[in-house]
């Protein structure tokens, strides 16, 4: 093919690479955003299913706020707690779950994947 004719063949081959480049291109980052939601939505159940195993704990505890977030026992429970969740929404397992004593809360805060979450569960209407 010579002339105009193979000029247009080339220009639609390079049209159609270029397409199909794009495409690839566009699903893996479609891939990408949707495993990053996957994970953020995983992780935010997994510090609330943590925050809910230390407010049960809270609940049935006599002693400070400071010695329930020393307890091994609590810690083991919500972190338990978090994995299971973060497992039944199709998340990696938690790392660096840190229970804090705040003003008048006891902060959670766990680490999924690259993202760090956090929550504040409120302690003014419980003994201390």
């Known amino acids: 093919m010579t002339g105009d004719r193979g000029q247009a063949l080339v220009l639609a081959v390079l049209a159609l690479a270029l397409a199909a480049t794009t495409i690839v291109g566009l699903q893996a980052a479609q891939d990408r955003i949707l495993l990053d939601a996957r994970e953020r939505r995983a992780g935010e159940a997994a510090v609330e299913a943590a925050g809910t195993a230390l407010a049960d704990a809270l609940l049935g505890s006599t002693g400070s706020l400071e010695e329930l977030v020393a307890d091994p026992l609590?810690?083991?429970?919500?972190?338990?707690?978090?994995?299971s969740l973060s497992a039944a929404n199709g998340g990696l397992p938690v790392h660096d779950l840190t229970i804090g004593v705040g003003t008048q809360t006891l902060d959670v805060s766990l680490r999924m994947g690259a993202h760090l979450h956090r929550a504040s569960i409120?302690?003014?209407c419980c003994p201390r």
């Open 122 to 124: 409120g302690t003014a």
């Open 74 to 83: 609590v810690i083991e429970r919500a972190e338990a707690a978090a994995n």
